[in-house]
């Protein structure tokens, strides 16, 4: 996994494409930016206040594809007629061993990309990326892990075809409420 991967979401009529690209020291401004949202904040299991907290968030990420065991992505909106490129999101694929048979995918949105399709549209690039990648290695499934009362996730979750498995209970700090496990096996 040395090659870096770029993932690309067509052109809808309705949303521009996306770019998934491993993260790059360049994205901590925007990255400081889109953390600022307190809904984000609500939910992201590591905060980002400054360029500092920012680089160790990316450093951390780029240690993921270094050791071949975390694969996060920035998610891009190409802005139409502009070379530049818009951060709207995140989407990992975590906790991936040789022989496993699972694994776990995770996303965030920025505020001013929410309610566009984005997550669901990035989650499916990541989840095809996924198994077509790891299925040699034994990966069988992948499971979304969200709070019960992050309704939006549970929506997310649906719309890209994991299906709800079961009700995970609290585990503080890091997961503080219950939570849902959605499966979405190879094939589906």
């Not at 905060?47 to 993921?64: E, F, K, L």
Request: proline residues 7%; aromatic residues 8%.
């Amino acid at each position: 996994m040395n090659a870096p991967v770029v993932l690309q979401v067509a052109t809808t009529p309705a949303s521009p494409t996306l770019v998934l690209r491993p993260w790059r020291m360049e994205d901590v401004p925007a990255l400081v930016e889109v953390s600022r949202d307190p809904a984000l904040r609500q939910w992201a299991s590591s905060v980002v206040d400054n360029d500092a907290d920012g680089a160790r968030w990316v450093q951390a990420q780029q240690r993921g594809w270094a050791e071949g065991s975390r694969f996060g992505f920035a998610v891009l909106e190409a802005q139409p007629g502009s070379v530049c490129e818009q951060l709207v999101g995140n989407v990992v694929l975590k906790e991936v061993i040789s022989g496993k048979p699972a694994a776990e995918v995770g996303y965030w949105t920025a505020a001013h990309a929410r309610g566009r399709g984005v997550a669901p549209r990035a989650l499916e690039a990541l989840t095809s990326w996924a198994f077509d990648t790891f299925e040699g290695d034994g990966l069988e499934s992948l499971e979304l892990l969200h709070q019960v009362d992050n309704l939006a996730s549970c929506r997310v979750a649906q719309k890209s075809r994991y299906d709800f498995d079961s009700i995970l209970p609290a585990a503080p700090p890091s997961f503080p409420r219950d939570g849902h496990l959605h499966v979405r096996r190879t094939g589906a």
